[in-house]
């Protein structure tokens, strides 16, 4: 490996975008702390670290261009892993969820998170080999099939919040594969059809709960939320938000909202909530202008990659990042509805963290061949 970067020369590392991701993950540790400091999760989520560095060393000294030529094999063990999740004994259970699979040696893990990455590897490897022009129905088709599979098990665990995140994934692809006019209007009438008409149908059938059909409701009707029911998460959360003000609670530990467990989740779901109490607007501001630029960071990346796949893979994978900061923070502040998506680098647990330094990995990795045939 060592040798593998010493011949692409340290220069062309990119020092900076890892910087940045190892800092936010230094400043959600430093979050975790203050949200649950009598638990482990921050101790963890430091050894994660670690392992994620050097996940990303080792990602970012594989020419990518390889790993994509076995992008349907990776493809294929990640639909296994997702599979094997349903399967009883295996599949590990947390808040009804069966999300998490628990193998001998490996211990316990989340496959959805580490699956996002072969699936955009796979849809990199098919779009980035078609020729230029707008896509046909056909490849759009092949495109959402391949989406289709990963977020069908999904689904089955039941985890419709990391089955969302995938989404973005496709469209960011099919729209820098220059998808017609026609196919974007005919999918958004699609989908506003066919939202309601779902949604109606999981009520009537029992697959939306009753506590998700709460959720929702309360962002639709705040002003009717119960503040002790589905209406909680959302009410405590603002309230935590709200204590923040300009710079954050100082020295105030008896009234954290987090401390005295009255925000649920604190180290994951709503881990932006914690900040903003504890390091208040500056602190959000500050955090959101480190994401700002990480992302710009990759986006740059995306136009000095040396062919059509490798620009594919960043963007996609800026996609995903972005839409799951959007959700998260929207969660946080009451704008949208509480749906268990994870902040990115921010967030207690070993899955996300790792496999976010993994997609920046191969993002680095196309940077540093980017002056290569």
Not at 98 to 126: D, N
Not at 171 to 178: G, N, P, Q, V, Y
Request: net charge positive; proline share 5%.
């Amino acid at each position: 490996m060592v040798a593998v970067l010493e011949k692409r020369n340290l220069r062309d590392f990119d020092w900076l975008t890892a910087t940045l991701a190892v800092a936010i993950v230094c400043f959600g540790v430093w979050q975790i702390y203050n949200a649950q400091p009598t638990e482990s999760y921050w101790s963890k989520q430091i050894t994660g670290l670690f392992i994620a560095l050097v996940a990303l060393v080792v990602i970012a000294a594989t020419d990518y261009r390889r790993v994509i030529d076995y992008a349907p094999i990776f493809y294929g063990l990640g639909l296994v892993l997702l599979a094997l999740v349903l399967v009883p004994g295996l599949g590990v259970k947390v808040n009804g969820q069966q999300a998490w699979l628990k193998l001998p040696v490996i211990g316990q893990f989340q496959p959805s998170e580490f699956v996002k990455v072969p699936t955009i590897l796979m849809l990199a490897k098919y779009f980035g080999a078609r020729k230029l022009g707008s896509l046909q129905f056909k490849e759009i088709l092949v495109g959402v099939l391949i989406l289709a599979a990963p977020v069908g098990l999904i689904m089955l665990e039941p985890d419709a919040g990391q089955a969302m995140t995938y989404f973005p994934i496709l469209a960011t692809i099919l729209f820098l594969s220059a998808i017609k006019i026609r196919y974007v209007v005919l999918m958004l009438a699609a989908g506003l059809i066919l939202m309601p008409l779902a949604y109606y149908a999981g009520v009537q059938t029992g697959k939306i709960k009753n506590y998700q059909q709460e959720r929702i409701n309360v962002i639709l009707d705040p002003e009717n939320a119960d503040p002790r029911g589905y209406g909680y998460h959302t009410v405590q959360s603002m309230i935590t938000v709200g204590k923040g003000g300009l710079s954050g609670i100082k020295g105030d530990l008896e009234t954290s909202q987090a401390k005295l467990k009255f925000l649920p989740e604190p180290q994951t779901d709503f881990i932006f909530a914690v900040t903003a109490e504890n390091t208040g607007f500056i602190g959000c501001i500050s955090l959101l202008l480190a994401y700002a630029m990480l992302l710009s960071r990759l986006i740059a990346g995306a136009r000095q990659a040396p062919d059509r796949a490798g620009m594919l893979v960043i963007m996609a994978i800026v996609g995903s990042l972005t839409f799951q900061i959007f959700i998260n923070v929207g969660m946080a502040l009451g704008f949208l509805p509480v749906i268990g998506v994870p902040l990115p680098l921010m967030s207690a647990g070993l899955s996300a963290v790792l496999s976010t330094f993994i997609a920046i990995g191969f993002v680095i990795s196309v940077k540093m061949r980017r002056f290569v045939n």
